[in-house]
């Protein structure tokens, strides 16, 4: 069985006195469920400090990116031991913004994937097409060179230490969610893809939805077979809305 995770992806957003308040309402009312696994992704800047409030509680910490270099002349940049050093277990590689916006490739995102796991991190593996590629009816290609450029380097057996994330692009701070279906879809056919280099691998892996996911449509979405938990961009924000979605897991445990 696998479990849920139900990850925030805070991206630039919060302050010290903001996240304080976000991660008390978090710890105050995470469901006891030994089901599903919550996890926050605050900014760099706040790693440290969402350590310490978090310490001794279920509540894990990632990273929103991860430099590919273990150390050296590269301002600006956080090593994937550093991650470690502040107390993060997990960390995203790949996130369409990282792509879009910063012009990383399948091949920094590969680097990015094997670096981290080198340092003890989970990366967590986003993947997703754009509303131009799924209109021309490319969602299964461009998904599978997203993956098939980190599989083909780091090697199948390395998902036993990572998580996938599923993001269509248009999704993504849209308010149109994919429907359960055609999430339904896409997680599919990873697994198959998967499933065709390694039978165990694919069964174990957890593949999260994203994109849109609120409190009302959680439940719908993680009740598809394949769809693993979310992770949550705009409604990880606020307490009372990531929670709701966290209860929608748990309650499908
Ligand atoms: P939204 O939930 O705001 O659509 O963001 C999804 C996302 O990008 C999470 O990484």
């Known amino acids: 069985m696998r479990k849920f995770i139900v990850a925030g992806n805070w991206k630039m957003n919060g302050s010290l006195a903001a996240n304080d308040a976000l991660i008390a309402g978090i710890l105050a009312g995470m469901p006891d469920s030994e089901n599903v696994d919550l996890l926050i992704c605050p900014p760099m800047p706040y790693l440290a400090t969402a350590a310490d409030k978090i310490a001794g509680s279920r509540l894990k910490l990632g990273a929103q990116t991860v430099s590919e270099h273990e150390s050296g002349a590269y301002t600006g940049e956080t090593a994937p031991s550093m991650l470690r050093d502040v107390g993060c277990e997990f960390v995203l590689v790949g996130h369409s913004e990282r792509r879009a916006l910063y012009g ?17 991190l989970i990366p967590v593996l ?16 461009v998904v599978d060179e997203q993956l098939n450029a980190v599989l083909d380097s780091a090697g199948v057996a390395t998902l036993a230490n990572a ?3 599923y993001e269509p692009v248009w999704a993504i701070g849209t308010g149109k969610t994919a429907s359960p279906e055609q999430a339904q879809d896409v997680h599919e056919h990873i697994r198959r893809v998967v499933g065709e280099l390694d039978e165990t691998m694919a069964s174990a892996v957890q593949i999260l939805y994203g994109g849109s996911v609120k409190g009302d449509n959680a439940a719908g979405l993680f009740g598809k077979p394949d769809i693993d938990g979310g992770l949550i961009g705009g409604a990880s924000l606020k307490s009372e809305d990531f929670l709701a979605i966290a209860n929608a897991a748990a309650a499908l445990g």
């Open 163 to 165: 998580v996938i994330a």
């Open 104 to 120: 990383e490739s399948a091949q920094a995102v590969a680097a990015k994937y094997v670096a981290a796991q080198s340092a003890g």
């Open 126 to 141: 986003c993947v997703g097409e754009s509303l131009e590629e799924r209109e021309s009816g490319k969602t299964e290609q």
